[in-house]
């Protein structure tokens, strides 16, 4: 009986541990399970617990017994050997007991984990989405930003060429101002030369008459 209890108790141990740990046996072992939840498996499971919790309140049954005997004539050898052996039974029911419950509890939170993992799979999938399309927009958003910064420099630097040429035209402006300037004093100064040319001219033509004049009256 010992001996099965220890076997069925590294059993459980073992169950235990491959559904806390993530391994290619946990896989094994929840299939085992929902299998075993399945048709008349509760029923047998609940009928060996309950076996097993009848066993367990006949050992304890039988330590009372033996100690409520050993306070009347002593205890005996043959008592503390039998003590110690229903002790030890009930300790390893009590266990294997409390184990099937953690078992249990651990195969129901597994389950629920692995369902919410498939029903937050959608999310998960679209939250990826979106920051690829964050991650999108934000390299979009970079392009444009270096595209307006190289279009701000283009118009500082056609202001620039603007402003330039706008000082170039007025300085020819002021060139071609000075340059009239200089050809309506040219103009006044040619006519008046033309002018002083006709009163020479005149003043010639003058003193020819005159001089043609006394020859004659010579």
């Not at 220890?6 to 059993?11: D, I």
């Not at 075993?36 to 009928?47: A, D, E, I, N, Q």
């Not at 799979?121 to 920051?131: G, I, W």
């Not at 991650?135 to 060429?161: F, H, P, S, T, Y």
């Amino acid at each position: 009986m010992i001996q099965l209890l220890f076997a069925v108790l590294t059993a459980e141990v073992a169950v235990a541990l491959s559904l806390l740990f993530k391994t290619p046996l946990r896989k094994l072992v929840i299939l085992a399970l929902d299998r075993l939840k399945r048709g008349r498996g509760p029923v047998m499971v609940k009928t060996v617990a309950g076996t097993v919790l009848v066993v367990l309140s006949s050992s304890l049954y039988s330590i009372v017994k033996i100690r409520s005997r050993s306070d009347e004539l002593g205890l005996t050898p043959t008592d503390q050997v039998l003590t110690s052996r229903h002790l030890l039974e009930a300790s390893l029911m009590g266990y294997s007991l409390f184990l099937a419950l953690i078992i249990d509890r651990l195969h129901h939170y597994v389950r629920e984990l692995r369902g919410l993992r498939k029903s937050m799979e959608p999310v998960v999938k679209q939250n990826r989405s979106l920051e690829e399309a964050k991650g999108g927009v934000a390299d979009e958003m970079k392009a444009r930003d270096a595209e307006i910064a190289n279009l701000n420099q283009q118009v500082k630097q056609l202001k620039l060429e603007t402003r330039e040429r706008t000082e170039e035209a007025k300085a020819a402006e002021l060139k071609v101002e000075a340059l009239k300037k200089q050809s309506e004093d040219l103009l006044i100064e040619y006519d008046r030369l033309l002018e002083d040319n006709q009163n020479l001219h005149n003043q010639i033509h003058s003193i020819e008459k005159q001089m043609h004049d006394s020859q004659k009256v010579a």
